[in-house]
C-alpha cells in the first residue's frame, strides 16, 4: 500500500519516497503526494528525481491494494528500493482543488440527487437528477458566490461504516458508492452546508475557490441535467 500523503495535507507539493516497483510506464512508491485518479477529480502529474534524472509523471491512478501507481513514458531508469524526490505540478492540481470544493457548493446549491460529475483545469460540472426548469443559472451563481465569500472552513473527517450505512443520504452521488471495508470512510465538511464522503483535496476555506461562473445548464438525457461552472477570472 502507498502512504496517501495527499490526505493528510492536500497542498503538499513535495515530498521524499523509495521506489518500490517499476515496470514499463509505471512507478510505485512507498509514500506519494500524487493523487490518483478517482471520484471525478482526474490525477496530479508531476516529476520525480533520482540520481540527477528527472522523470516526467503523466498522470496519477489507483493500483490494486492501496497502491498509488505514477504513470510514466517508457521504463524508468529506477530501481526498487532507490530514493526519490516527487514533486507534483501544483499550479494544476491547484485548479483542481478550487473546482473540487466549487462542486462541493454545487451539491448544497442543487438540492438534487447527483447522477455524475467531472472536473479539469479549465471546468467542472456535476449532473442532477432534476427538472430543469427547477435550474436558474442566476441564481445558482448568485448562492455560488455567496457561499464562497463566506469563507467557509473546509475540514476532512472520516465517518464509521456503520455509521454511513445507517445514513445512506450523506452519499449524494448516485453512480458511486464510497468505498467501504476498512472500518470507515474518508468525509469532506464543508460549514454548515455540505457534507459527504470524498477521497479527494480540498482547499481549507471556500473564499480560495475565487469568484464563479455557471457556463451553462443543459439537459444530458432524462435523468442527467448537467451545470458546468468555470472561475469568473479566467479568459472566456
Given at each position: 500500500?502507498?502512504?496517501?500523503?495527499?490526505?493528510?495535507?492536500?497542498?503538499?507539493?513535495?515530498?521524499?519516497?523509495?521506489?518500490?516497483?517499476?515496470?514499463?510506464?509505471?512507478?510505485?512508491?512507498?509514500?506519494?503526494?500524487?493523487?490518483?485518479?478517482?471520484?471525478?477529480?482526474?490525477?496530479?502529474?508531476?516529476?520525480?528525481?533520482?540520481?540527477?534524472?528527472?522523470?516526467?509523471?503523466?498522470?496519477?491512478?489507483?493500483?490494486?491494494?492501496?497502491?498509488?501507481?505514477?504513470?510514466?513514458?517508457?521504463?524508468?531508469?529506477?530501481?526498487?528500493?532507490?530514493?526519490?524526490?516527487?514533486?507534483?505540478?501544483?499550479?494544476?492540481?491547484?485548479?483542481?482543488?478550487?473546482?473540487?470544493?466549487?462542486?462541493?457548493?454545487?451539491?448544497?446549491?442543487?438540492?438534487?440527487?447527483?447522477?455524475?460529475?467531472?472536473?479539469?483545469?479549465?471546468?467542472?460540472?456535476?449532473?442532477?437528477?432534476?427538472?430543469?426548469?427547477?435550474?436558474?443559472?442566476?441564481?445558482?451563481?448568485?448562492?455560488?458566490?455567496?457561499?464562497?465569500?463566506?469563507?467557509?472552513?473546509?475540514?476532512?473527517?472520516?465517518?464509521?461504516?456503520?455509521?454511513?450505512?445507517?445514513?445512506?443520504?450523506?452519499?449524494?452521488?448516485?453512480?458511486?458508492?464510497?468505498?467501504?471495508?476498512?472500518?470507515?470512510?474518508?468525509?469532506?465538511?464543508?460549514?454548515?452546508?455540505?457534507?459527504?464522503?470524498?477521497?479527494?483535496?480540498?482547499?481549507?476555506?471556500?473564499?480560495?475557490?475565487?469568484?464563479?461562473?455557471?457556463?451553462?445548464?443543459?439537459?444530458?438525457?432524462?435523468?442527467?441535467?448537467?451545470?458546468?461552472?468555470?472561475?469568473?477570472?479566467?479568459p472566456v
Amino acid at each position: 500500500m502507498t502512504i496517501a500523503l495527499f490526505h493528510d495535507d492536500a497542498y503538499a507539493r513535495e515530498c521524499d519516497a523509495m521506489v518500490v516497483r517499476v515496470e514499463p510506464g509505471q512507478v510505485v512508491l512507498d509514500r506519494s503526494i500524487f493523487y490518483p485518479t478517482g471520484g471525478g477529480q482526474p490525477g496530479d502529474t508531476g516529476s520525480l528525481v533520482a540520481g540527477g534524472r528527472e522523470i516526467r509523471v503523466v498522470g496519477t491512478v489507483k493500483g490494486e491494494g492501496g497502491e498509488v501507481i505514477h504513470q510514466v513514458e517508457g521504463l524508468a531508469p529506477l530501481a526498487v528500493g532507490q530514493a526519490v524526490s516527487a514533486t507534483i505540478d501544483w499550479s494544476r492540481r491547484h485548479r483542481l482543488m478550487r473546482f473540487h470544493t466549487a462542486l462541493h457548493l454545487l451539491c448544497a446549491v442543487v438540492d438534487a440527487p447527483v447522477t455524475g460529475g467531472r472536473m479539469a483545469e479549465d471546468k467542472a460540472h456535476l449532473d442532477f437528477d432534476i427538472d430543469m426548469s427547477l435550474l436558474d443559472a442566476g441564481v445558482i451563481e448568485a448562492r455560488l458566490n455567496a457561499l464562497v465569500e463566506a469563507d467557509l472552513p473546509v475540514e476532512a473527517g472520516a465517518i464509521r461504516d456503520e455509521e454511513l450505512d445507517a445514513n445512506p443520504g450523506l452519499v449524494k452521488t448516485m453512480s458511486v458508492q464510497p468505498p467501504r471495508g476498512q472500518g470507515s470512510v474518508r468525509t469532506i465538511r464543508v460549514g454548515d452546508v455540505d457534507y459527504q464522503p470524498c477521497g479527494g483535496t480540498h482547499l481549507k476555506r471556500t473564499g480560495e475557490i475565487g469568484r464563479l461562473r455557471v457556463a451553462r445548464i443543459r439537459s444530458e438525457g432524462r435523468r442527467n441535467k448537467r451545470v458546468t461552472l468555470i472561475f469568473a477570472d479566467d479568459p472566456v
